[in-house]
Nanobody
Framework: EVQLVESGGGLVQAGGSLRLSCTAS????????IGWFRQAPGQEREGVSC?????????YYAHSVKGRFTISSDNAKNTVYLQMNSLKPEDTAVYYC??????????????????WGKGTLVTVSS
């Protein structure tokens, strides 16, 4: 069974940090590009940060998070992380992990992604 399980969300004050984790199982982790999307209340889902290719480490960051968020992976643990620093109230959203075979289209709603996690809520208070 394919699973993507997110963890690490929570409530944090503006300026604080959180690290999200996404642990994958049920598919060949090395063949998939994995990334993070988010959906704020009343808004469309958007790509936050992704590994855009499964094999060359190339990454994408949304303009709104560039310089504050960092994506990383531990292939031995089948886990992708999203380190979020200098959090802002506008970062409040449900954060989803998603996987796509070989390449990921992160700059959008994520319609091309193959697998999705159930999400983890991040709330940033002002």
């Amino acid at each position: 069974e394919v699973q993507l399980v997110e963890s690490g969300g929570g409530l944090v004050q503006a300026g604080g940090s959180l690290r999200l984790s996404c642990t994958a199982s049920g598919f060949s982790f090395d063949d998939y590009a994995i990334g993070w999307f988010r959906q704020a209340p009343g808004q469309e889902r958007e790509g936050v940060s992704c590994f855009t290719s499964s094999n060359d480490g190339s990454t994408y960051y949304a303009h709104s998070v560039k310089g504050r968020f960092t994506i990383s992976s531990d292939n031995a643990k089948n886990t992708v992380y999203l380190q979020m620093n200098s959090l802002k109230p506008e970062d409040t959203a449900v954060y989803y992990c998603a996987a796509s075979l070989l390449v990921a289209q992160c700059a959008g709603r994520g319609y091309g992604m193959d697998y999705w996690g159930k999400g983890t809520l991040v709330t940033v208070s002002s």
